[in-house]
C-alpha cells in the first residue's frame, strides 16, 4: 500500500541511505501505485542527505504527485544544500509554510545572503511552529554577518534554547572578538539551565569535554578555573583537585571527521599562547597520557582558597 511504501522510504531517508532510498523509490514508481508528495519528499530528502541535491531537485521537477509544503520544503532545502539560493526563493514564491520558510533562510544562509535570511525569518513572527529551530538558522546568519547585537535580540524570544543555540551564539561572540566575560556569562547561563554539563558523570571533579565544540570546551574549562578561583564548590570532593590539578577528558578524536584530535591541540595552544601568563593557572599544562589534559592550580591562599582574580591574557 501507498502507506506501507511511504514508512519504508521515510525509514530509509531518515537512515541518510540516500542510495537504498532511490532504489526504493525506482522500484515504486514502477508499479501500478500512484506515489504521493510524500514519497517524492522522503527520496529527496534522502537524496539530499547523501550530496545529491541535483537528484533531489529532478525527482521535485519530474514529480507527479501534487505539491505540497512537505514536498516543496525538500525541494528548497535541496537548493540549500547547493548553495542556490535564488532557486530556493523562486521555489518558495509566495508560499509562507514555517517549512518552507525555514528551508530557504537554510539556503541563503549557506549561500553567505546572510542578510536575505535574516529578512525571511521576520516572516515566521507569531506563527513559528519550531522556533527553536528557526532561531539556530537565523544564528548562523547572524555568525556569518557578525550581527552579534541581532543575535542577541533573536534569543530574547527563543524559550527553549537548545545546545546549539548556545553553541552558535558562543562562536558569534568570538569570531565578534566580544570580551571573554561575555562569553563567559553566555555559558554559564547554558550551564544553569543544564544544557552543558562539564563534569564526568562519573569520575567526581575531573572535566569530560565529549561533544564539546573547540569554543565551548575553552568557555567551560575557563569558567571552571574561575569558578576554582572564586572558591564555589564542584561536584563531591574531587581527588584531582585536592592534589593540585584539574584533569580535563578531551578525547583522542575518534568522534572527529578525520580522526584527528581536536579539543586537545586547541586547549594546548590556549594556554601557550592566549593565556600563558593567566593566574588561574599554577603551571604547565600538559598531557599524562592520551586524551587528557592536566591543569595545574594555582597554589591556595592562608583561607585555602586561591586569590579572587580576573583573567588576564598575554599582553
Known amino acids: 500500500t501507498i502507506v506501507t511504501r511511504n514508512a519504508l522510504l521515510h525509514a530509509c531517508a531518515m537512515g541518510s541511505q540516500w542510495t537504498r532510498t532511490l532504489s526504493l523509490f525506482e522500484s515504486f514508481s514502477k508499479s501500478n501505485?500512484?506515489?504521493?508528495?510524500?514519497?517524492?519528499?522522503?527520496?529527496m530528502v534522502a537524496c539530499t542527505a547523501g550530496s545529491e541535491w541535483e537528484k533531489a531537485l529532478c525527482l521535485f521537477r519530474g514529480s507527479k504527485a501534487p505539491t505540497d509544503n512537505?514536498?516543496?520544503?525538500?525541494?528548497?532545502?535541496?537548493?540549500?544544500?547547493?548553495?542556490?539560493?535564488?532557486?530556493?526563493l523562486a521555489y518558495m514564491?509566495?508560499?509562507?509554510?514555517?517549512?518552507?520558510?525555514?528551508?530557504?533562510m537554510t539556503a541563503c544562509e549557506r549561500a553567505s545572503c546572510w542578510s536575505i535570511s535574516l529578512r525571511l525569518l521576520e516572516e515566521l513572527r507569531g506563527r513559528d511552529d519550531s522556533p527553536t529551530m528557526t532561531a539556530n538558522i537565523a544564528?548562523?546568519?547572524?555568525?556569518?554577518g557578525l550581527q552579534w547585537q541581532r543575535a542577541l535580540e533573536i534569543c530574547r524570544w527563543v524559550a527553549d534554547p537548545d545546545r546549539?543555540?548556545?553553541?552558535?551564539?558562543?562562536?558569534?561572540?568570538?569570531?565578534?572578538?566580544?570580551?571573554?566575560?561575555?562569553?563567559?556569562?553566555?555559558?554559564?547561563?547554558?550551564?544553569?539551565?543544564?544544557?552543558?554539563?562539564?563534569?564526568?558523570?562519573?569520575?567526581?571533579?575531573?572535566?569530560?569535554?565529549?561533544?564539546?565544540?573547540?569554543?565551548?570546551?575553552?568557555?567551560?574549562?575557563?569558567?571552571?578555573?574561575?569558578?576554582?578561583?572564586?572558591?564555589?564548590?564542584?561536584?563531591?570532593?574531587?581527588?584531582?583537585?585536592?592534589?593540585?590539578?584539574?584533569?580535563?577528558?578531551v578525547g583522542r578524536g575518534n568522534h572527529s571527521k578525520d580522526g584527528e584530535a581536536i579539543l586537545k591541540p586547541a586547549l594546548e595552544?590556549?594556554?601557550?599562547?592566549?593565556?600563558?601568563?593567566?593566574?588561574?593557572?599554577?603551571?604547565?599544562?600538559?598531557?599524562?597520557?592520551?586524551g587528557l589534559l592536566r591543569i595545574p592550580l594555582p597554589p591556595p591562599s592562608d583561607d585555602g582558597r586561591t586569590p579572587r582574580t580576573s583573567i588576564e591574557k598575554k599582553k
Open 33 to 43: 501505485v500512484a506515489l504521493d508528495s510524500a514519497c517524492y519528499g522522503s527520496a
Open 70 to 88: 512537505v514536498c516543496l520544503g525538500a525541494a528548497v532545502g535541496a537548493c540549500g544544500a547547493g548553495q542556490q539560493w535564488e532557486l530556493a
Open 93 to 104: 514564491g509566495t508560499v509562507r509554510a514555517p517549512n518552507v520558510v525555514r528551508s530557504a
Open 139 to 144: 544564528l548562523q546568519a547572524c555568525k556569518q
Open 164 to 249: 546549539m543555540t548556545f553553541t552558535i551564539l558562543l562562536e558569534l561572540f568570538r569570531d565578534s572578538e566580544r570580551p571573554l566575560e561575555e562569553s563567559l556569562l553566555i555559558y554559564r547561563e547554558g550551564w544553569e539551565a543544564n544544557i552543558f554539563d562539564h563534569w564526568h558523570p562519573r569520575e567526581v571533579g575531573r572535566m569530560d569535554l565529549h561533544r564539546f565544540t573547540v569554543e565551548t570546551a575553552r568557555v567551560a574549562v575557563l569558567s571552571v578555573l574561575m569558578d576554582l578561583q572564586t572558591g564555589i564548590v564542584v561536584p563531591g570532593d574531587g581527588l584531582q583537585l585536592r592534589q593540585g590539578f584539574l584533569d580535563v577528558i
Open 269 to 290: 595552544e590556549m594556554f601557550a599562547v592566549e593565556f600563558q601568563n593567566c593566574r588561574l593557572v599554577g603551571g604547565s599544562v600538559y598531557s599524562p597520557h592520551e
